[in-house]
């Protein structure tokens, strides 16, 4: 029966994606590529650079080229193993806009106009396009074009989670056919993680650390962690400290303990907590940032795997594809243009 169950364990599929719309940071990585990396030792990986959902942002060419290249390189350096997992980029499969369409068809409007995510995003002066407007529908997409059970995400992603649930229940029961598993959301303990003034860490607010960034720059990050305004010599509170909070991520027990108590015993600056955490993210990204470097001279390589992963994908996807085609009366999936003007 162990035997059984390890088969069955196996067989979970996680699949999970990130945005090329700025440099990775470390809410990325403690919310979801850390997640990411660990899991494709637990089951099937899918994991993919969502560059069709980085357009609502990113509408500069030679910008998604480079930005999508850098999230490649950023998880080849951290330790993504192709031979486990399946990396790929959105637009190599496009099957995933049809799918869209899709479950559009079948979910209420209602359901995107309680999109927490969306009326954030606006209110930070992001173009209200249709696009964003319909990004969970893609999400959906995304997750259930391959049958996934398992969706491992930062926290403001639970939302868009709920509506794939919501979406593919949907399906399933319109066309009275079980297509597909409805999928659940995983949290890691960075589910969200603080930026440098105390909100949610992001590129759009500007308050991010660089997984890669380091030297001057990252200094000059962490320096600027926004603290209170409480004297030297008084005792101070980790559990409303931002830096704190990020020591929490890249650091022991013991040393959070350590730390936790020069906070408390007082005559200890906030500066010198700042120059712990510099070191502990040193420590924790510097291994990484050589792989990086080494892997930024090989794009060639870089760009193979990708395509490598897209053709994977996409073999899964149009299996998907075939069986929402036929339980939704759609016809088979065409054979390429090409091919059958040729047979003629
Ligand atoms: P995105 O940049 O929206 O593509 O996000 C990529 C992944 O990082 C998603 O799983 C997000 O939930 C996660 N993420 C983004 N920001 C944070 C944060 N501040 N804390 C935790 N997870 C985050």
Request: proline share 4%; with cysteine.
């Amino acid at each position: 029966m162990a035997a059984q169950e390890k088969k069955e364990a196996k067989k979970v599929r996680f699949l999970s994606g990130v945005q090329p719309s700025g440099k990775l940071h470390l809410g990325n990585y403690f919310g979801a590529l850390r997640q990411h990396i660990a899991l494709q030792d637990e089951g099937e990986a899918f994991y993919f650079i969502a560059n069709y959902h980085a357009m609502t942002t990113v509408q500069d060419r030679g910008l998604l080229e480079q930005q999508t290249l850098d999230v490649a390189l950023d998880y080849l350096a951290l330790g993504l193993d192709l031979k486990k997992a399946v990396f790929f980029r959105q637009s190599d499969v496009p099957e995933v806009a049809e799918l869209a369409w899709v479950l559009s068809a079948v979910t209420a409007k209602g359901l995107l106009d309680r999109a927490t995510s969306y009326k954030d995003k606006v209110q930070r002066g992001i173009a209200p396009s249709v696009g964003l407007y319909y990004y969970p529908v893609l999400m959906a997409a995304d997750i259930l074009i391959y049958r996934s059970h398992v969706v491992p995400v930062g926290e403001d992603q639970v939302q868009h989670i709920e509506m794939t649930r919501d979406m593919a229940q949907s399906f399933n029961r319109t066309y009275k056919s079980e297509v597909f598993p409805v999928p659940k959301h995983r949290l890691d303990v960075g589910a969200k993680v603080p930026g440098l003034d105390g909100q949610k860490m992001s590129k759009s607010y500007d308050n991010t650390i660089e997984i890669f960034q380091e030297g001057k720059a990252l200094r000059k990050r962490v320096m600027s962690i926004v603290t209170d305004s409480t004297p030297l010599e008084d005792p101070k509170d980790p559990d409303t400290c931002n830096v704190f909070a990020l020591f929490q991520l890249v650091s022991s027990k013991e040393e959070q303990d350590e730390l936790a108590g020069m906070y408390r015993a007082g005559n200890f600056g906030y500066g010198n907590a700042k120059k712990m955490l510099l070191e502990k993210i040193d420590e924790t990204f510097g291994p990484y940032r050589e792989e990086r470097k080494r892997l930024e001279k090989d794009t060639g390589f870089v760009m193979s795997v990708l395509a490598e992963g897209g053709a994977r994908a996409r073999a899964e996807a149009q299996e998907t594809m075939k069986l929402v085609r036929e339980a939704a009366g759609l016809g088979q999936m065409p054979v390429p243009a090409a091919e059958l003007l040729g047979s003629r």
